[in-house]
């Protein structure tokens, strides 16, 4: 069996998950079948469709489309009291957010933990992967917006850093 054939796609079945998508208040589908990963999001203005191989590695990053052209995934705010800018951390993909590699170890991070750029703020698993989700900035955890355990969304708000 050659390596185009162990990923190949069944067409029919992607435009059927387009149609659910479209037609339905579900933002996202995520399917895993024979190696191949098919992820389907809606956009506000489009819909994606990314396909990647599946690797079973604890630190997998998933590819993101952003259509909204000179808009930035990261929010950086403003408070009106003391003109501090905030970094939101935000899920890459869905799934059950954890703040520890086990349920024995200690948090990756704290508020008022100090995080690098590359610094593992916590773990999502999805579909029985544990993804490393890691700070993109530097700065000082301020905020933690999920608990332990919860399950998230995509796109949805993780952390607040103070840049």
Known sequence: MSTSDKYKLDLSLVK????????SDVNEIELEE???KIRVARNPQTTAVI??????SANITQPQINSNIGQS??????????????HEVKS????????SSSP??????EVGSKVSTGNVLCII???KLMNE?????????????????????????LFLIEL
């Open 16 to 23: 059927k998950l387009i149609k659910i998508i479209e037609s």
């Open 73 to 86: 995934d990261s929010k950086v705010e403003k408070t009106s009291e003391q003109n501090v800018k905030l």
């Open 51 to 56: 396909t990647t191989p599946v690797h079973h």
């Open 104 to 109: 024995d170890s200690p948090s990756f991070v």
């Open 34 to 36: 024979a190696g191949v």
């Open 133 to 157: 989700i890691q700070s993109e900035v530097s700065g000082k955890i301020v905020k933690i917006l999920v608990e332990n355990g919860k399950a998230v969304e995509y796109n949805q708000p």
């Open 92 to 99: 890459p993909i869905v799934g059950t957010f954890y703040r």
């Open 125 to 127: 698993e999805a579909m």
